[in-house]
């Protein structure tokens, strides 16, 4: 199991949002604590606390004024109308030293960190008389007066909120809370700023609420802290401890955008790397799986003894220029062909569509039956490769393609020039296509059924020899004395398939000699094998239709015409009284792919041939019960829905 990288983003992502915000605390004050403030130079740390003005044995504490700040800059708001919050919280503790005591402590915003000249006395540190009441001065505070110094203050027990001056905007008075400012206890204070309302808390009471808007009359970047000051009137000014939090709207300086950055950055590459990490480790388990299915795909061809070569895909890639439109040579029953070069030598390579897991099982298919074959009369299968999930074949390429678009000529629809073959070359492709597939049934170790055999399968050499080809379909059968492949699904083309297919659910030697039936009398006729659409309908089909002529008499009318009746008469006749009794309806009467040969060569006659077309009935008899009748047609017949016709 790989470690989950998830802990470490929670980590970063919480580092993260606290270095985004602007955040101390001092729980209380030490030596060291000082470094992180600025004191200005009647205020120290002593006895853990910041002394704002003056606590010293001896010397006069007397007319003081001071500022202690935290050291980094806060900001406070962006051009862009941005205001931040905070939220912070002190404990102050206020003796007085003379029975009146003064004047008075205050948390002060400031853009400026020295104390202003004369601040001394009841100007608590904040503002002097030359800056009272100017912009300049900009500073806003909220005092904790201890002494009434003039008719604008309230009373010696107050908080008010000064803004740009000594005067505050809404003082309140302690008293009337119970609260005693300079009485020497502890003093918790509050103070919240949402960007709109300020509010002051003294040990957890609501003392003062104002709507105030910190951006008018504050710089963007400012320091906060305390001022203090005494006058004739002494006390102790005394934070014992202080936290402050504040959202942090675009970070300090050289400070924040680094504690930002450097997490960012590292989050995002720990990110990319586990994204790697996730498409290698797929990566991986695909190449694994395909591995496999590699090995499954090699072991099957291995068993079959004789392989053909296997290729690289970098090799196929490079003969046909990485699959270039320009090189495709069309699209066929389970993929794609392209031409390619190979070794100087022209080749035709199949690209097996990846969407179909039939493709897996026709490739193998076809790399170990025809891989294993050899006949001049069979397309010959050089290699093959299987590489990222891709599936090739390749062939030895064949000039002239296929034979349907010599015999199906669609002279409305072609722009090309309408090939058309004269006799002697029908003839001969006849002959050739008969051969191989007399050497499938009975020539090789184990039978091959093609169960695919239709002119587009037909591909023809530079002198229009015929060569069987795409073997995706096609099943070796164990043994000669068995004659069918049983099969789940019903393959093969619609208009090629015998009637019992659908019945049987099988190939059989019968079913591919009825294909071959049919591909017979294409030729001949140069007429497409009947209605593909609707595979049942055979009065629709080339069989029927040529048997009309044979009851009539005059099947060499059925030639196609476009030879201009430049044929042997006779063998026209022959041939297509063979290709009618590869298709009789009844599977025992069809010849076997022999007796084919020898009435091609001359040496036989062909069979006998009912002048009516036979129906098709079923179980089919052997000749001898063949008068009986047990007729299974039409509406009896269970319909299939699951054709998987090409
Ligand atoms: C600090 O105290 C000295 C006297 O010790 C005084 O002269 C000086 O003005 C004070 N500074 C401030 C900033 O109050
Ligand atoms: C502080 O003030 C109170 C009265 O407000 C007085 O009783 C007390 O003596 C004063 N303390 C000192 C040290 O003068
Ligand atoms: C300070 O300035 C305010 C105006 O903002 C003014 O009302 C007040 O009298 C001034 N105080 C002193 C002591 O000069
Ligand atoms: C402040 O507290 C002292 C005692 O510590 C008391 O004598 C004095 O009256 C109090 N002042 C006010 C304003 O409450
Ligand atoms: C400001 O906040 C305080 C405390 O939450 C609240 O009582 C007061 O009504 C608020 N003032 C305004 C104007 O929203
Ligand atoms: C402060 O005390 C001195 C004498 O010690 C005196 O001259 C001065 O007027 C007093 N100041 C105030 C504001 O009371």
Known sequence: MCPSPLPYFLILAVLLVQVSCFHFNFPNFQGDAANQLILSKNSSIALDAIQVTLDVNGASMQNRAGRALYNKRFSLWKSNGAIASFDTTFVLNILNQTSAGGEGLAFIITGDSSVPDNSEGRWLGIVD?????????????????????????????????N??????????????????????????????????NLTVRVNDVLVLSQLVDLSISLPNKVFVGFSASTSNETQLNCVKSWSFSGTDIDGDDNFSWVWILIPTVVLTMLIIVFVIYLYWRRGRIEDDMEGAARGNIEDEINRSGFGPKKFRLKELKQATANFSRKNKLG???????????WMNKDV?????????????????????????LNHKNLVKLIGWCYERSELLLVYEYMPNGSLDKFIFCNHKASTEECWTL??????????????????????CQKRVLHRDIKASNIMLDSEYIAKLGDFGLARTVEGKEKTHHSTIEIAGTPGYMAPETFLISRATV??????????????????????QSEQNNYNNSIVNWLWEFY?????????????????????????LILGLACCHPNPHYRPCMSSVLQVLSGEADPPDVPQERPSFVWPAMPPSFSQMDYSLRGSQLTPFTDLTGR
Not at 511 to 521: E, N, R
Not at 560 to 570: H, P, Q
Request: proline share 1%; net charge neutral; aromatic share 6%.
């Open 163 to 196: 803004i740009n001056s000594i005067n505050s905007i809404s003082p309140v008075s302690l008293t009337g809370f119970g609260f005693n400012i300079s009485g020497g206890l502890d003093l918790l204070v509050h103070l919240q700023y949402d960007g709109e």
């Open 129 to 161: 008389s030359r800056t009272n009441g100017s912009r300049e001065a900009g500073v806003v505070a909220v005092e904790f007066d201890t002494r009434k110094s003039d008719d604008g203050d309230l009373d010696g027990n107050h908080v008010g909120l």
């Open 510 to 531: 019968e079913t591919d000699v009825y294909s071959f039936g049919v591909l017979v009398l294409e030729v001949v006729c140069g007429r497409k094998p009947g209605n």
């Open 551 to 575: 009851k009539n008499g005059k099947i060499t009318a059925a030639v196609d015409s476009r030879m201009d009746a430049n044929f042997v008469k006779n063998e026209a006749e022959r041939v």
């Open 348 to 372: 035709a390579i199949k690209k097996v569509s990846k969407k179909s897991n039939q493709g897996k099982q026709e490739f193998i298919a076809e790399v170990t039956t025809i891989g294993n």
């Open 422 to 443: 004269n006799w002697e070359q029908r003839l001969t492709i006849i002959r050739g296509v008969a051969q191989a597939l007399e050497y499938l049934h009975n020539g």
């Open 331 to 341: 699209k066929g029953g389970f993929g794609t062909v392209y031409k390619g070069s």
